[in-house]
């Protein structure tokens, strides 16, 4: 046993430092910075070679690993020649809504030639989270992972993983990607599907002038890896296996679950996982795919039929196989109870480390028809007198020429208004098939939901089937998690249907899906102040109309209150010292 008067002065002023250190790292964390470039380059995929826009010179873009609780400064540089701004996918930011980046809700663009710093505040979050563009389909290129491990003192709550892996699954579009959307968007015709997927930036051995650039992973048998699974599609829900392999799935968009073991997982545009995966098989190569899970009529197939692969390959001695093994337990574009038996699983963990607190009072509750729909083309670029248009109760969103929360702030009047509706403009038997022209075309606005501080908040999105054109639709809500408290299908009942809310252990999400002609309730408690996107995360959806926004006033104190914006904010084309009046002025319009 050592004795006390044999502790030096010194040592025992490095201890109380050093615990000092460690209190400050875990009350406060850390701080850190990162450099984000944004520029076109040359990629070279599916026998083309094209420019696009990419941070940091890669695709996909560069990995921000923190520890919870961690605040890091991300300056970004646009030396591109259009605009964009960038969301941190799944970071609440608490009181920063300045910092939460989609285009025209929050900041204007960042202009070519410019620079902005988002400052991005962690607090709750960990896991796997991501960044990305929110302007038009930039971020089918501008994006990365962001890894938040546990915080400085804490562990896992599942046996420490040897080593991690990012997975990132997105889209790849031959040709100029902006230039097709662009000229989708003025014409008012369909947008585009992807011409490939890709794992880790490249679509894999399945597809033409690809083999020889498959992403390969090397491997040691009898270790057990950390998948980080980002899916960065902009319209594709993923079905996702390793060939031979079981996964074990313990956390979603920055949270943990009840591990779900498992052939194959299932994920939507904009959500992440955490997949343990144990290196326990022969010796050999082993496929991991992934195709698109496709939740429109069966008999409308024009859509991404690739599959993208990667190869986990085993370190050691033995003959190398002609092909790796695909994973025959990838289910097929069409296995609608495969992908209801995954989601069926996810729970959150529900334990005195990791409680959930879904709101049980509820103060507000919103009832939202999701729809496909028509507008009247009122401009000369339209091919017919109709164009394509979605809408949340039949509001078709359309963005201001400056952002929803400089105007809030500002008290800057003519950008918005505030009469979101709580129910569907109309009722009808939503997920029947419907043509009339009373449901069908919509209107374009910019209506926003004001929630009060602390409002505990119940929302049905309500799924439809108008125009025939039923489908799921991934929903994200930005500045919160969600609990998804149920789900089903046909239209809501809510006599019966709450009833079988699940309000024990429910999923704390950022992205869940709307079943195909069915309904999803979610809750969260409104105590975030600022401006808020929630939108679905189909890009042809968002771009289309199928967005709005909250705005959750402060509370009675500084602490519960917006924080003050920035010394500088991207300029709008509009000068902030006007006062904007009306609602043509803003968009630019006689």
Request: charged content about 15%.
């Amino acid at each position: 046993m050592i004795s006390q008067k044999t502790i030096s002065p010194l040592t025992k002023i490095l201890g109380f430092l050093f615990l000092t250190i460690l209190f400050l790292l875990v009350v406060h964390g850390e701080v850190h910075h990162y450099e984000f470039v944004v520029r076109e380059k040359n990629f070279t995929r599916l026998c083309e070679t094209k420019s696009m826009l990419v941070v940091n010179d890669s695709f996909p873009g560069p990995e921000i690993r923190v520890r919870k609780g961690d605040t890091v400064y991300v300056n970004v540089h646009n030396q591109g020649y259009y605009g964009f701004t960038i969301h941190w996918h799944g970071v609440r930011q608490p009181r920063n809504p300045w910092s939460d980046g989609p285009e025209f809700i929050t900041q204007c663009p960042i202009s070519p030639g410019t620079n902005f710093t988002y400052e991005v505040i962690l607090s709750e979050e960990e896991g796997t989270l991501w960044w990305h563009a929110h302007s038009d389909w930039t971020r089918a290129s501008v994006h990365g992972a962001i890894v938040i491990l546990p915080a400085v003192g804490t562990i896992f709550p599942f046996p420490q993983p040897d080593e991690d892996e990012i997975i990132v699954l997105a889209s790849w579009y031959m040709g100029d990607l902006k230039a097709v959307v662009d000229t989708a968007m003025e014409t008012g015709s369909d947008l585009p599907s992807s011409d490939a997927y890709t794992i880790n930036g490249q679509p894999g051995d399945l597809c033409p002038c690809s083999s020889e650039t498959t992403y390969r992973r090397k491997i040691d048998y009898g270790k057990t890896y950390l998948l980080r699974i980002v899916n960065a599609n902009l319209n594709a829900e993923v079905f996702f296996a390793v060939a031979q392999h079981n996964l074990t799935v313990v956390g979603l968009d920055g949270a943990y679950i009840k591990p779900i073991s498992t052939a194959y997982i299932i994920t939507l545009p904009g959500q992440t996982m955490d997949v343990l995966f144990e290196a326990n098989q022969p010796l050999g190569q082993y496929y991991m795919a992934a195709r698109i899970y496709w939740t429109e009529d069966a008999e409308v197939d024009n859509f991404d039929h690739a599959n993208a692969t990667a190869i986990f390959e085993y370190n050691g001695n033995y003959t190398s196989p002609t092909s790796p093994s695909f994973p025959s337990t990838l289910p097929s574009y069409l296995d609608y109870f495969g992908a209801l038996k995954f989601t069926d699983q996810i729970k959150s963990l529900a334990t005195p480390e990791y409680p959930v607190n879904v709101p049980m009072n509820i103060t507000t509750k919103m009832y939202i028809a999701v729809s496909m729909n028509s507008l009247y083309c009122e401009h000369s670029g339209c091919d017919s007198d109709e164009e394509i248009a979605t809408s949340l109760n039949n509001i078709s969103w359309a963005n201001p020429g400056i952002d929803v929360l400089q105007a809030y702030y500002r008290n800057i009047s003519g950008v918005y208004s505030t009469d979101f509706p709580d129910q569907p403009l109309s009722s009808y038997n939503f997920t029947d098939v419907t043509f009339d022209p009373d449901i069908v075309f919509t209107d374009q606005a910019r209506k926003v939901k004001v929630l009060n501080y602390n409002e505990s908040v119940e929302i049905v999105f309500q799924g439809t089937n108008v125009l025939d054109h039923s489908m799921s639709h991934p929903m994200h809500l930005h500045g919160y998690s969600f609990y998804v408290v149920g789900y089903g299908f046909g239209n809501y009942d809510n006599e019966t249907d709450p009833k079988r809310f699940n309000l024990f252990d429910p999923p704390q999400v950022t992205t869940f899906a709307i079943p195909k002609n069915g309904w999803l309730a979610i809750r969260f408690i409104a105590n975030n102040p600022g401006v808020w996107f929630w939108h679905c995360h189909f890009e042809k959806h968002l771009a289309w109309g199928m967005d709005a926004a909250f705005i959750v006033k402060n509370g009675g104190t500084p602490e519960t209150s917006i924080r003050h914006p920035p010394t500088y904010m991207p300029p709008c084309k509009i000068s902030l010292n006007s006062r904007v009046q009306d609602f043509d002025a803003v968009m630019g319009k006689e």
